[in-house]
């Protein structure tokens, strides 16, 4: 069965730092992948989508997120945070059945510090 | 611009109530999707609907019944609120199946059983 992991529940970095948020997917056929951001009392806006051509895939408020199949990750990048980055960032994967579904992993709260 | 409304952001109901969940799309998609979202658990999907009066349980459907009379309408039924059922309810929707077809979300509706 396909599932999900973030291994880190809480992130905090300072403003300006560079950001790294792990995400690890099982399944095994070729994987579709989703990074997607949900601020304080907000639904989820996506953030970047993988699911063919060149792994390093640029997303929306200077995210990138690289696809990796020997590790089995999708990880979640930006170079310079801000504090506006400040939510909470979920990794999911599209489900084997074809029927659009979605699988999340557990979330991860980033904090940014001044 | 895209959206997914739903009905109340914030709900208080007491044990035993029936509570309807509102969900609209202006998209025109065929799917819909109901998740619930609790701390530490990511969301995990109740139920979807790929069609009009079709739907499928999702993975905890225990407790929830579901309604799409119209394309655009998606309601979720607490037939009989518990407390174990406070929480956050997030819709969703979707274009016809393709894997890689990002789901819009709604604001969320919390919902709180006392």
């Known amino acids: 069965a396909q599932s999900v992991t973030q291994p880190d529940i809480h992130i905090t970095v300072s403003e300006g730092a560079s950001l790294e948020l792990r995400c690890n997917y099982s399944?095994?056929?070729?994987?579709?992948l989703f990074w997607y951001v949900q601020s304080p009392g907000q639904g989820l806006q996506l953030l970047l989508k993988?699911?063919?051509?060149?792994?390093l895939v640029q997303g929306i408020k200077g995210f990138e997120a690289e696809f990796k199949r020997s590790q089995s990750s999708f990880n979640l990048r930006k170079p310079s945070v801000h504090w506006s980055d400040a939510a909470e960032y979920f990794c999911a994967v599209a489900g084997s059945s074809n029927t659009g579904k979605l699988i999340f992993g557990q979330g991860t709260t980033l904090q940014v510090k001044p | 611009d895209v959206k997914v409304t739903q009905s109340s952001r914030y709900l208080v109901k007491r044990t035993g109530e029936k509570v309807f969940l509102e969900c609209v799309q202006d998209?025109?998609?065929?799917?819909m999707f109901w998740y619930r979202q609790d701390p530490g658990l990511g969301l995990r999907l109740i139920y979807f609907s790929y069609d009009v009066k079709m739907k499928e349980k999702g993975d905890i459907p225990e407790g929830y019944s579901v309604s799409r009379e119209k394309k655009e309408r998606f309601s979720l039924i607490l037939e009989s609120a518990s407390t174990n059922q406070t929480s956050m309810y997030l819709c969703a929707s979707s274009a016809p199946t393709r894997a890689y077809n990002e789901q819009f979300f709604g604001p969320g509706t919390r919902l709180t059983v006392l």
């Open positions: 993988y699911f063919s051509g060149d792994t």
């Open positions: 399944y095994g056929a070729t994987p579709y």
């Open positions: 998209m025109d998609h065929e799917n």
